[in-house]
Each structure stands twice: as structure tokens, then as C-alpha cells.
């Protein structure tokens, strides 16, 4: 079950559909902390924790001694002062450090062995063995908000090969939008499935809107947490503006989530999955930057709706990871051990960040893979 969710994160909520409905229009200053306060019954930090969260994800901005203005636009390509590109620190420590404890994984992989036993043998069914599907599914609706049945969910040897999957189920006479400049294993793998990209110039904030507006493309690949190699993420009006792309027509969207869970916000982004409802969205993610780049092991999370033509064109897959290297990463996700590594590199980078606090931003550097 559930845990309740904590009051800041309900307020959050709230003021962020409130703003997105349009109950408050950009420019709009919002209600005082104070205000907010005696309307909700909340206490004051609780304010400021979801208005901070409100101005980390763009749709708020606080201006000194005057207060919280609403930053949210709806409109595509709004009007105003440029923000800075939002741009994330990457860890200076050698990657090593940040791989998964040994230790911890030493002793996972011997449970594994003892409660498994000969079972790891057998043949995993073909879209990943049910123990990490239902793991995921638990995982993702209690840290990135996503609601979907662990049938929803497919286990492939890497986001490299599901990219090759989510062409043989959309079909290669599609032309997919990428963004430019993207890493470059996207292109180059739909481009091997004989899929013609359409490249789309991203600004300081995503995808540029005259260019998104104008591609004939009817799937668009995104990394809206951060883009690599420029390292810009996603503002909350653009992810606004990339639901209303897929809602016009015979669209879908693959959000490519990479690192994600190394954010330094203290609420991980809103995926576009969760804030489109899931309806055209695929979502997808690896183990290779959170476990080991050794672990082979991503996933993605169809709407339900495609879930008959993916088994019609390319259920027949047997699914490539072994099923020793799926109950692992169950083990991890059920005992605790994969959420506490992530919690405790979250905070050795918030340090790291503030410690840095000084220096110019630059951006991501980090090698993508999975």
C-alpha cells in the first residue's frame, strides 16, 4: 500500500494544476505564503517546500521582496525575458564511486541464488520475468508518479534495443523527430531500422516551437530531464507544449528518462507519461547508470492501448536479459537497497552542487548509455 503523501507535495499538487488549468495566468503573483497558509491549514514551511518545488520545476518564479509569480505559459513559444538554460552539475568523483555498493550487490546476488535456486534456469516470459515487472511498477508510481499495471511494462537488454522494438511496433514508415543535437546512438538505431529522423533544434528550454510545429514527423523522441550533450532540461511549458504536439493526430511520444533518478531537485520532474495521462507516451529507462553499466537492463511502460498491437507485431520477442540479472534487479528494487543508493547519491551531488555553488555552470559531460 501507499504511503500518504506528505503535505507539501499535496499543496504542490495542487497549485500546480491550478496553474496549469489557468486559475492563475503567467505573470500572476500568487497568494502569500501566509495566505496560503491560513486557506490550507498548513504550516508555513510547508509553504515554502512546495513553492520551491513550484519554482524548481518553472512553473513559478520568486522574485525578492516581492514574492511568487507564475512562470507557466500554455501558450507555445511564449513571449518575455529569456530564462538561463537550466543546466545540471554532473559529480566531479570518478564513476566508480558512484556505481552501486559492491557489497550490497554481492549480497542480493546471493539471495538471489538461494531463493531462486534452479528457477533461474527456466526461460523468462517474453516481455521480462513478472517479479521485476511488478517491481518496476511499484517503483515508478511511488518516485515518478507513474500508474501502470505490470503488464504495461517490457524488459529488453538496454534502451538501445527497445528503440529497435518501438519501430517494429509504430511501423518504420513513420518519420520520428529527434532532438538536435541528441546522443548520437538514437539517430544512427532508427536510422538502422530504416526510419527517416527529422532533427529538431533545441533552445534554452527543449525542442524550439516553430521547428516542433513544423516537422511531419508522427513520433518524437525527447529526453526532457536532460538532453545529452547540451544538458538542457525541459521547462513545465514546454513539457505542456509536447502533450498538445502528441494530442493532435495519430502521434506518440518516447520519453527517453535517462538519469533521471540522479536529480538534484528534491521532487524528481514530472515525466510527460504521468501529466499526458499516459495515453500516447512511452516511457523508457535503464539500470545502467543507477547499477552498473555492466547491467544490460532497461524498460519501458506502454499505454495501455498499445499494449494489443505490441503483442501483435513484436510480442513474439523472447525477452534478451537473463533471468538471473531480472531477479537481481527485483531483489534491489523490493529490499530497499536500489532506493537508498539513489537517495544517498542524490545527497553526496546536492553537497557536491553546493560546494561548487561558486563556479559558473557547465554543461553535462557525462557519456550516455544504457
Given at each position: 500500500?501507499?504511503?500518504?503523501?506528505?503535505?507539501?507535495?499535496?499543496?504542490?499538487?495542487?497549485?500546480?494544476?491550478?496553474?496549469?488549468?489557468?486559475?492563475?495566468?503567467?505573470?500572476?503573483?500568487?497568494?502569500?505564503?501566509?495566505?496560503?497558509?491560513?486557506?490550507?491549514?498548513?504550516?508555513?514551511?510547508?509553504?515554502?517546500?512546495?513553492?520551491?518545488?513550484?519554482?524548481?520545476?518553472?512553473?513559478?518564479?520568486?522574485?525578492p521582496r516581492s514574492g511568487y509569480y507564475v512562470a507557466y505559459r500554455s501558450s507555445d513559444g511564449f513571449a518575455g525575458a529569456q530564462p538561463q538554460p537550466?543546466?545540471?552539475?554532473?559529480?566531479?568523483?570518478?564513476?566508480?564511486?558512484?556505481?552501486?555498493?559492491?557489497?550490497?550487490?554481492?549480497?542480493?546476488?546471493?539471495?538471489?541464488?538461494?531463493?531462486?535456486g534452479e528457477d533461474m534456469l527456466k526461460k523468462s516470459p517474453n516481455a521480462g520475468c513478472p517479479e521485476l515487472r511488478g517491481a518496476l511498477a511499484g517503483?515508478?508510481?511511488?518516485?515518478?508518479?507513474?500508474?501502470?499495471?505490470?503488464?504495461?511494462?517490457?524488459?529488453?537488454?538496454?534502451?538501445?534495443?527497445?528503440?529497435?522494438?518501438?519501430?517494429?511496433?509504430?511501423?518504420?514508415?513513420?518519420?520520428?523527430?529527434?532532438?538536435?543535437?541528441?546522443?548520437?546512438?538514437?539517430?544512427?538505431?532508427?536510422?538502422?531500422?530504416?526510419?527517416?529522423?527529422?532533427?529538431?533544434?533545441?533552445?534554452?528550454?527543449?525542442?524550439?516551437?516553430?521547428?516542433?510545429?513544423?516537422?511531419?514527423?508522427?513520433?518524437?523522441?525527447?529526453?526532457?530531464?536532460?538532453?545529452?550533450?547540451?544538458?538542457?532540461?525541459?521547462?513545465?511549458?514546454?513539457?505542456?507544449?509536447?502533450?498538445?504536439?502528441?494530442?493532435?493526430?495519430?502521434?506518440y511520444i518516447v520519453e527517453d528518462d535517462f538519469e533521471s533518478e540522479f536529480s538534484l531537485l528534491r521532487k524528481p520532474e514530472d515525466t510527460v507519461f504521468?501529466?499526458?495521462?499516459?495515453?500516447?507516451?512511452?516511457?523508457?529507462?535503464?539500470?545502467?547508470?543507477?547499477?552498473?553499466?555492466?547491467?544490460?537492463?532497461?524498460?519501458?511502460?506502454?499505454?495501455?492501448?498499445?499494449?494489443?498491437?505490441?503483442?501483435?507485431?513484436?510480442?513474439?520477442?523472447?525477452?534478451?536479459?537473463?533471468?538471473?540479472?531480472?531477479?537481481?534487479?527485483?531483489?534491489?528494487?523490493?529490499?530497499?537497497?536500489?532506493?537508498?543508493?539513489?537517495?544517498?547519491?542524490?545527497?553526496?551531488?546536492?553537497?557536491?552542487?553546493?560546494?561548487?555553488?561558486?563556479?559558473?555552470?557547465?554543461?553535462?559531460?557525462?557519456?550516455?548509455?544504457?
Amino acid at each position: 500500500m501507499r504511503s500518504e503523501k506528505p503535505e507539501y507535495l499535496k499543496l504542490y499538487e495542487f497549485l500546480r494544476d491550478e496553474i496549469t488549468r489557468g486559475a492563475w495566468p503567467a505573470g500572476a503573483r500568487l497568494p502569500s505564503r501566509r495566505q496560503i497558509a491560513l486557506d490550507r491549514g498548513v504550516s508555513a514551511i510547508t509553504v515554502d517546500h512546495s513553492y520551491e518545488l513550484l519554482c524548481e520545476e518553472g512553473y513559478a518564479e520568486s522574485r525578492p521582496r516581492s514574492g511568487y509569480y507564475v512562470a507557466y505559459r500554455s501558450s507555445d513559444g511564449f513571449a518575455g525575458a529569456q530564462p538561463q538554460p537550466r543546466v545540471h552539475r554532473q559529480s566531479t568523483a570518478p564513476a566508480p564511486k558512484e556505481s552501486f555498493p559492491f557489497s550490497v550487490l554481492a549480497r542480493a546476488m546471493r539471495r538471489v541464488i538461494s531463493d531462486y535456486g534452479e528457477d533461474m534456469l527456466k526461460k523468462s516470459p517474453n516481455a521480462g520475468c513478472p517479479e521485476l515487472r511488478g517491481a518496476l511498477a511499484g517503483y515508478l508510481s511511488r518516485n515518478r508518479g507513474i500508474e501502470a499495471g505490470a503488464d504495461q511494462i517490457v524488459i529488453g537488454s538496454g534502451s538501445e534495443y527497445l528503440y529497435g522494438l518501438v519501430v517494429e511496433m509504430l511501423g518504420a514508415q513513420r518519420e520520428f523527430a529527434i532532438e538536435h543535437p541528441s546522443y548520437e546512438k538514437i539517430e544512427r538505431v532508427y536510422q538502422a531500422r530504416g526510419v527517416r529522423c527529422d532533427p529538431l533544434p533545441l533552445g534554452h528550454d527543449g525542442i524550439r516551437s516553430p521547428a516542433l510545429a513544423a516537422t511531419r514527423a508522427s513520433v518524437l523522441h525527447i529526453t526532457p530531464y536532460r538532453s545529452y550533450p547540451t544538458g538542457v532540461t525541459a521547462s513545465a511549458s514546454k513539457r505542456a507544449e509536447y502533450i498538445r504536439w502528441v494530442s493532435q493526430g495519430d502521434r506518440y511520444i518516447v520519453e527517453d528518462d535517462f538519469e533521471s533518478e540522479f536529480s538534484l531537485l528534491r521532487k524528481p520532474e514530472d515525466t510527460v507519461f504521468t501529466r499526458s495521462g499516459g495515453a500516447r507516451v512511452i516511457y523508457m529507462n535503464t539500470f545502467s547508470r543507477t547499477v552498473s553499466p555492466s547491467i544490460r537492463v532497461g524498460y519501458m511502460v506502454l499505454p495501455a492501448a498499445l499494449m494489443p498491437l505490441f503483442e501483435r507485431r513484436v510480442g513474439f520477442y523472447s525477452c534478451t536479459v537473463p533471468a538471473f540479472e531480472q531477479y537481481l534487479l527485483a531483489d534491489l528494487i523490493t529490499s530497499g537497497d536500489f532506493e537508498r543508493h539513489i537517495n544517498r547519491m542524490r545527497r553526496k551531488r546536492r553537497r557536491e552542487e553546493r560546494a561548487a555553488a561558486p563556479e559558473e555552470a557547465t554543461p553535462s559531460t557525462t557519456t550516455k548509455g544504457g
